[in-house]
C-alpha cells in the first residue's frame, strides 16, 4: 500500500466499538411568525448549547446527529428527546423548529458564515445556492470495522438506491431532483477494491477530504457508511423503519461480529 494509499485511508475513523451502531442526522428549518425560512441558525444554536446541534449552509436550517446507537430504541428514544427539545428553543425565540423536505424557492438565501461554506458560495452559481438551501434530508450511519467491510456494504446498499429513494420521499421528487443539481457527483460507484476507491477518490475532489463527496451513498470519515437519499419527517416511527430496513439488507456483515 502506497504512502498516499495509506493516508487516505487513515482520514476513515472506524472505531470497533461502534461496529453495527446506526445514527441519524436530522435537518430542520427555522421558521418565523409568519411559517417563511428564517436564516437565525446562530440564534437557535447560542441558545440550545448543545453540541448534537449543529449548523448547515443555509442560515435558515440547524441539524441534529444522534449519538450512535445499537439498540432501535435507544435511537427512537434519542430522536424523540432531541426533537422535543428543539422544538421547545425555537419556540421560546419566536420560531418554530419544523421538518420540511423542500423549502418554497423565493426562501432567503442567507449563508451560516463558516469558513468553508464561505470559501463555496463565491463559486457556485445562484441557482445551485438555491437547490442546496431549499433541501433538507435525513441522513443514516451505520458503523463499520474495516474500510474493506464498508465498501462491501456500500457496494451492496447501491443495488437499493431506487428504492431507499422512494421510501423516503415526501416531495414527489422534488428533494432529490434538486439535491442531484447540486450535487454533480451525486450516483454512489461500486468499487473494486480499496485501490479503485482511492483513484475514485482523486478523480472526484474527495481525496483530502471525504465531506467532498456528494454521492447519495457514501462511505464517511466517521467510519460509517452513510446513507444521504431520505428525505424529512416528524414521525420519528418513520426514520426508524428506514434505519431498520437498512439493516435488514446488511445484518450478514455483522453476524460474527
Not at 146 to 175: K, P, Q, W, Y
Request: glycine content about 4%.
Amino acid at each position: 500500500m502506497s504512502k498516499e494509499l495509506q493516508a487516505f485511508i487513515s482520514r476513515f475513523d472506524f472505531n470497533q466499538n461502534l461496529i453495527n451502531h446506526q445514527g441519524v442526522e436530522r435537518e430542520y428549518f427555522l421558521l418565523d411568525e409568519n411559517s417563511i425560512p428564517t436564516p437565525r441558525s446562530s440564534d437557535f444554536l447560542n441558545k440550545i448549547k448543545d453540541n448534537a446541534w449543529t449548523y448547515e449552509l443555509s442560515a435558515c436550517q440547524v441539524e441534529h446527529r444522534t449519538s450512535p446507537h445499537k439498540e432501535i430504541l435507544d435511537l427512537k428514544n434519542d430522536l424523540d428527546i432531541a426533537q422535543k427539545q428543539g422544538k421547545r428553543i425555537a419556540c421560546e425565540q419566536g420560531m418554530e423548529l419544523r421538518a420540511i423536505e423542500v423549502a418554497d424557492k423565493n426562501m432567503p438565501l442567507d449563508i451560516y458564515p463558516h469558513e468553508r461554506y464561505l470559501k463555496i458560495v463565491p463559486n457556485v452559481s445562484k441557482q445551485i445556492l438555491s437547490a442546496a438551501c431549499r433541501v433538507t434530508g435525513t441522513h443514516i450511519h451505520v458503523g463499520m470495522p474495516s474500510i474493506e467491510t464498508a465498501i462491501e456494504v456500500h457496494n451492496t446498499l447501491i443495488d437499493c438506491l431506487d428504492e431507499f429513494i422512494l421510501m423516503g420521499d415526501h416531495s414527489n421528487g422534488e428533494r432529490i431532483r434538486l439535491y442531484k443539481m447540486m450535487a454533480k457527483n451525486h450516483t454512489p460507484l461500486k468499487y473494486e477494491s480499496v485501490d479503485h476507491f482511492y483513484e475514485v477518490a482523486c478523480t472526484q475532489g474527495f481525496v483530502d477530504n471525504p465531506k467532498d463527496c456528494w454521492h447519495l451513498i457514501r462511505i464517511s470519515y466517521h467510519g460509517t457508511v452513510e446513507l444521504r437519499m431520505f428525505g424529512v419527517t416528524e414521525n420519528t416511527e418513520e426514520i426508524i423503519s428506514w434505519c431498520e430496513h437498512v439493516r435488514s439488507y446488511i445484518d450478514t456483515y455483522f453476524m460474527t461480529v
